[in-house]
T-cell receptor
Framework: DSGVTQTPKHLITATGQRVTLRCSPR?????VYWYQQSLDQGLQFLIQ???????AKGNILERFSAQQFPDLHSELNLSSLELGDSALYFC??????????????FGSGTRLTVV | GQSLEQPSEVTAVEGAIVQINCTYQ??????LSWYQQHDGGAPTFLSY????GLEETGRFSSFLSRSDSYGYLLLQELQMKDSASYFC?????????????FGTGTRLKVLA
């Protein structure tokens, strides 16, 4: 157990639907990052939150949104789902200082399948 | 912007040594990290190099040359369990963010 908890582990939904992915960071970590990994692809950065505030944005679609709550857990909302949104969605957390020497701690991911 | 290049696949036999290269382009450099990811699993942090030279951690070593914008991960005494994808990553140069940009990954196959 890495300390980063993601739920659900698997999600199957139909095109056009909306889903919410949840992430609880490791205890003490203030930063949460969301990444998308499509089949046999690298990790594409979506968005970062730090202590409740959006800190950085990647190539995140307008249909996607996220937020970080006062208890530091984060949610990634995906709407108007398309077949191409099928992917593994990872959440990662890091310490306040950025965690360069220790890197990110990743959750086990949510596998989203859009049918 | 940032970009990273690494070979898509490397194959080696058990007990051998393998080197996975990574070249990067970045607007501001804060260090090069390496992650391991087994199929269906989460990426796990392996190493971080901020300065030139070799960092050794057990069977794994990581090297950085900032002047060449180049680094590599060296895996020694390969074991079957080392079969996985390996990603290099650089931190975005934008002030105030610790977001990392990942390479496309190198799939390492270890043969018996």
């Amino acid at each position: 157990d890495s300390g980063v908890t993601q739920t659900p582990k698997h999600l199957i939904t139909a095109t056009g639907q909306r889903v919410t992915l949840r992430c609880s960071p490791r205890s003490g970590d203030l930063s949460v990052y969301w990444y998308q990994q499509s089949l046999d692809q690298g990790l594409q950065f979506l968005i970062q939150y730090y202590n409740g505030e959006e800190r950085a944005k990647g190539n995140i679609l307008e249909r996607f949104s996220a937020q970080q709550f006062p208890d530091l857990h984060s949610e990634l909302n995906l709407s108007s789902l398309e077949l191409g949104d099928s992917a593994l969605y990872f959440c990662a957390s890091s310490a306040q200082g950025g965690g360069e020497n220790y890197g990110y701690t990743f959750g086990s991911g949510t596998r989203l399948t859009v049918v | 912007g940032q970009s990273l290049e690494q070979p898509s696949e490397v194959t080696a036999v058990e007990g051998a040594i393998v080197q996975i290269n990574c070249t990067y382009q970045t607007s501001g450099f804060y260090g090069l990290s390496w992650y391991q990811q087994h199929d269906g699993g989460a990426p796990t942090f392996l190493s971080y190099n901020a300065l030139d030279g070799l960092e050794e951690t057990g069977r794994f070593s990581s090297f950085l040359s900032r002047s060449d914008s180049y680094g590599y991960l060296l895996l020694q005494e390969l074991q079957m369990k080392d079969s996985a994808s390996y990603f290099c990553a650089v931190r975005d140069g934008t002030s105030g963010t610790y977001k990392y940009i990942f390479g496309t990954g190198t799939r390492l196959k270890v043969l018996a």
